[in-house]
């Protein structure tokens, strides 16, 4: 950096910063700082570049860290930063770019050295480094400055762009949010920053995007790297660290005595087309475009980050609930969660979670369990297991559930995946409509898994027993707890079963079909003791149409069966079908979230955020294999 370096390579030799890094103190009023701060040399774009400028420097930053506590000169750097940030609006207005030119670059190098401060002291050091004494000659006092609160309202100051401080959080929420609506491909900061703009849009992209780089940097507290992939790298740079940011602001730890603001802003914001007050208690209330940020999150939901602001919105903020519930077109929202849980094998567990947790909450509503059944959808091409040119959203929901099922049996087997999946079905089970033929197959083909699988682990058992009664030596395996866990899904799926049927088996003749074709499965569990009550039920419908079907004659279509089915459903006397407790099953966040949020927040921020490099070995909050 300074005037005359042009590449990395010559960054260790440069004058200006060896003068910066030197032992002589250098005022914030010296001429020094228009020379340091003229460098043309571009600034990194994404972590690669990022990581080979930290090995260029390495040995200036050194030098910074041991002599700043008796120059005083990073504090003065930041000085310098702040007396131009005062002005930048006017620059930008007039389109100094040479004013523009210099903050930016002085809020790189500021990025730069937090980052190697940051990961090379204490907080406590850190602290020092920004608490800076300066004494004039002869003086017996000490004027004691704490700039980081002040670089710190400085950088929220430049992305909202107003005066007060009171406002903050929600306006900084507010922006960010809208930075994430606007996804503009603009070029990220370093590479153009002095292209025109014809379109008066404010403060330049790049200081917008050094700002967020800037708040990371601060945010962070050492420990945090970033790999980020090209595709990332290409998309909205602003866009993209603006979620992260507001994603790390929303997960902090309350304080003892109050709430984390930015999660109260998030919780409370409102529609722009709601007229209704806000409450007076709530200081951090705003109002946002809803249709706007809904196509956002539609067109988003490929990434992490993307799909926990969803769930974010979903869980704790009402308004937006009640908006994506009531949309009519909510099937741009469901398919994408439904290819994230699809491409099971693709994503990361976290991600799976929230996709998961995302359709158990608006299977919550019953207006949302009947609509999917009303939206018909052609030719899924993601769907690789069958072709479907027609299939509604509600079959296809079911479709794609059972598959994450199945796959957790085989694979990963996660009971908090298990029960989440059941939970969404058991919530549906009651507005099931004219399911589709390879739904309803492959609700009784889950069935029959289980069904093989509870025989398996009952004869493993079995032997086991048998085993051990001419040995005292080893200990027996828990098959019993395997038993249990299994018999536990076993009866939730008869209970989904005998939901639909109970409550709209007239809607369903693919269902009651399949279960015909398939009732020498439910044989075994009439008399166990664990489903005898669910199994009355369903051993009704099966001996009402099978008697049906044997008065009909042999060898009959699959298009007469149906019809007898149908005809069936009309002739069944709903009076004998036991009433059950209805299915409903909510979802609550685990005791102490924060063990599960901070690390995987953090975790998206070192795998997805732009032209972030810290140190892999340095990170203690997540495992390396958690993003």
Not at 184 to 203: C, I, K, M, N, Y
Not at 339 to 344: D, G, K, R
Not at 389 to 409: A, D, F, H
Not at 435 to 462: C, D, G, M, P, W
């Amino acid at each position: 950096m300074g005037a005359n370096s042009s590449s990395i390579s010559e960054l260790p030799e440069n004058e200006y910063l060896k003068k910066l890094s030197g032992a002589e103190p250098i005022s914030e009023n010296d001429p020094f700082w228009n020379q340091l701060l003229s460098f043309s040399f571009t600034t990194p774009t994404n972590s690669a570049d990022l990581k080979l400028l930290e090995e260029a420097t390495i040995s200036v930053c050194k030098s910074l860290v041991e002599k700043n506590p008796r120059t005083g000169n990073l504090g003065s750097l930041i000085k310098v930063f702040l007396s131009r940030t005062k002005e930048l609006k006017i620059s930008a207005e007039c389109q100094n770019h040479l004013f523009i030119w210099q903050a930016h670059n002085a809020l790189f190098i500021i990025c730069c050295l937090l980052k190697v401060f940051i990961s090379r002291m204490s907080e406590e050091e850190l602290q020092l480094h920004f608490t800076y004494e300066e004494k004039a000659p002869g003086s017996y006092g000490a004027e004691c400055e704490d700039l980081i609160e002040e670089l710190l309202c400085c950088l929220i100051q430049l992305i909202v762009e107003i005066p007060l401080f009171v406002p903050y959080t929600s306006r900084l929420v507010k922006t960010l949010l809208y930075n994430f609506i606007r996804q503009e491909r603009s070029p990220p900061p370093g590479t153009h920053v002095f292209q025109q703009q014809t379109d008066g849009g404010g403060l330049l992209y790049g200081i917008a995007s050094g700002v967020a780089t800037g708040l990371w940097t601060v945010f962070t507290l050492g420990g945090v790297g970033s790999k980020s992939s090209p595709q990332l790298e290409q998309c909205s740079p602003l866009a993209n660290q603006s979620l992260l940011l507001l994603l790390v602001l929303a997960n902090l730890t309350d304080a003892p005595d109050t709430p984390n603001p930015y999660r109260q802003a998030i919780m409370s914001f409102k529609n722009t087309q709601d007229n209704t007050a806000f409450s007076s208690s709530n200081p951090h209330a705003f109002q946002i475009n809803f249709n706007s940020l809904y196509t956002a999150l539609c067109e988003q939901q490929k990434s992490d980050q993307a799909t926990l602001l969803l769930y974010m919105l979903l869980h704790q903020n009402g308004n937006v609930r009640t908006y994506v519930l009531a949309r009519t077109d909510i099937e741009n929202l469901v398919l994408p969660i439904l290819e994230i849980l699809y491409h099971v094998e693709e994503r990361n567990s976290h991600h799976v979670y929230m996709a998961l947790i995302i359709l158990l909450i608006l299977t919550e509503d019953d207006g949302f369990n009947r609509s999917i059944h009303e939206v018909i959808l052609k030719n899924i091409t993601w769907y690789a297991e069958r072709v479907l040119t027609e299939i509604s959203l509600g079959s296809l929901l079911i479709l794609v559930v059972i598959r994450t099922i199945q796959y957790n049996m085989t694979r990963t087997r996660d009971k908090y995946l298990h029960t989440n999946c059941l939970a969404a079905l058991a919530n549906m089970s009651a507005q099931f409509r004219s399911l589709h033929q390879y739904a309803a197959q492959r609700i009784i083909s889950l069935f029959s898994l289980l069904s093989k699988k509870h025989n398996k682990v009952l004869e493993q058992a079995t032997q086991s027993l048998r085993g051990s009664l001419g040995s005292n030596d080893s200990p027996l395996p828990d098959y019993a707890q395997d038993l249990n866990v299994i018999e536990e899904v076993i009866r939730m799926m008869l209970e989904i079963i005998n939901s639909c049927l109970t409550n709209s088996l007239h809607h369903n003749p693919n269902l009651v079909y399949a279960l015909l074709y398939k009732r020498d499965l439910f044989e075994q569990f009439r008399t166990h003791p664990s489903f005898q009550d669910i199994m009355q039920n369903i051993d009704l419908v099966i001996s009402f149409f099978s008697s049906r079907l044997e008065q009909a004659g042999a060898e009959l279509s699959v298009e007469r069966v149906l019809e007898i089915i149908k005809q069936g459903a009309v002739a069944l006397p709903k009076d004998r079908l036991r009433k059950f407790p209805e299915l409903k099953f909510k979802y609550v966040e685990e005791e102490q979230p924060e063990e599960f949020f901070i690390p995987y927040v953090w975790s998206l921020v070192y795998n997805s955020a732009v032209a972030l490099y810290w140190n892999p070995h340095d990170i203690q909050l997540f495992t390396m294999d958690s993003g």
